[in-house]
């Protein structure tokens, strides 16, 4: 007679193949979900308005929902410019791929130059509508077709001005003004751009490396007879906090320290100082800059190319807080 099987090998048996078809099912799963991941990125599988969407979801997941000053759509991207700072003649360039978005560069804002070339229409309103959403109104459209498009608005009057490229390449333009700037960032293909200039990016300073400057900002920056509680700046930013009374009207409270922040063309993020509480690190009595300045160049580290940032407070370490005041200049640490 033939040997029969142990019941426990052959429930073994039965155990290991339950476990390699739930291997093989939780492979296939990943397959699917990677694949539809994919899809769902992918800017060349989607229409337009589709992409406008899908972008602008990206951004408001980490930005307010902000009204672009200016669009431009192609297969393989968005990019779209919106006001920044307290600056009303540049714009900030954002652009997204699908499956993230980048903050770019600034650009002289090329509406400015067209309202100038281009005056408002007799019969025209001079204003502007304040409802307008150059995301919502794009990504309400049908499929039109396209193989790029560009679109922003008469500064003047808000009429749409628009570039559209067809499916093979011919160009419609409402733009008015053939010296108009391109508003891609990266040239799409099968798009012939012409001889439409190009914006250009406004140079930025990385301050780490001119330190200089920085103090020639604050000094037209900072209320007369300010003093300083913490200053910091990298190679893209400038924070300053100072002493005063600060109102915070959400909260109907105040402060004892105001902040603002500076970006890397020098802009400034608001008007007002953002309202803030002792940390631990912020110096009590205040520094003037003229102070401050001289103990830069005396810190260790201020030769150093390979600094990072730089830090002014009076942080004495476990919570203690110095009367001096001291700055503090990083060095990537070597491997």
């Known amino acids: 007679m033939p040997k029969q099987k142990s019941p426990n090998k052959i429930a073994l048996v039965i155990a290991l193949v339950a476990v390699l078809g739930g291997m093989a099912y939780w492979l296939t799963q990943l ?9 769902q990125t992918d800017l ?5 308005a589709q992409a406008i969407a899908h972008c602008r979801a990206l951004w408001t997941a980490g930005h307010y929902d902000q009204a672009p000053l200016a669009i431009a759509w192609h297969k393989d991207g968005l990019d779209w410019y919106v006001l920044e700072g307290l600056d009303n003649a540049t714009m900030r360039h954002f652009g997204c791929d699908g499956s993230s978005v980048t903050r770019g560069a600034r650009y002289p804002r090329g509406a400015q130059e067209v309202s100038r070339q281009v005056p408002a229409p007799v019969n025209e309103p001079r204003s502007i509508p304040i409802d307008r959403n150059l995301f919502t109104h794009y990504s309400a459209l ?3 077709g396209l193989r790029a498009f560009e679109a922003t608005e008469h500064p003047a009057t808000g009429e749409l001005m628009e570039r559209r490229w067809s499916r093979d390449g011919t160009l419609q333009s409402t733009m008015h003004d053939r010296d108009f700037p391109i508003l891609f960032r990266h040239q799409p293909e099968g798009v012939a751009l012409g001889n439409h200039p190009l914006l250009t990016a406004l140079p930025a300073t990385v301050w780490i490396r001119d330190p200089a400057r920085v ?6 920056e900072l209320p007369r007879g300010a003093r300083i509680a913490e200053l910091s700046f990298d190679d893209r930013s400038i924070t300053l906090r100072i002493l005063g009374t600060f109102k915070n009207d959400a909260e109907k ?4 320290f105001g902040e603002a922040s500076f970006d890397e063309y020098g802009i400034r ?6 309202p803030r509480d002792q940390t631990g690190a912020s110096c009590r009595q ?6 401050i300045i001289p103990q830069f160049a005396q810190a260790t580290n201020a030769t150093n190319p390979k600094v990072s940032s730089a830090t002014f407070n009076c942080d004495g370490g476990k919570g203690k807080v110095t009367e001096t005041g001291s700055w503090k200049l990083r060095v990537p640490r070597q491997r």
Do not use: C, I
Not at 286 to 291: A, E, F, I, K, Y
């Open 31 to 39: 397959k699917e979900e990677a694949e539809l991941q994919q899809v």
């Open 215 to 220: 103090f020639a900002l604050l000094e037209k």
């Open 269 to 274: 993020n608001d008007n007002s100082w953002y």
């Open 253 to 256: 409270t105040t402060a004892p």
């Open 142 to 144: 049908p499929e039109a």
């Open 286 to 291: 205040g520094h003037t800059l003229n102070q």
């Open 44 to 48: 060349t599988r989607m229409t337009m």
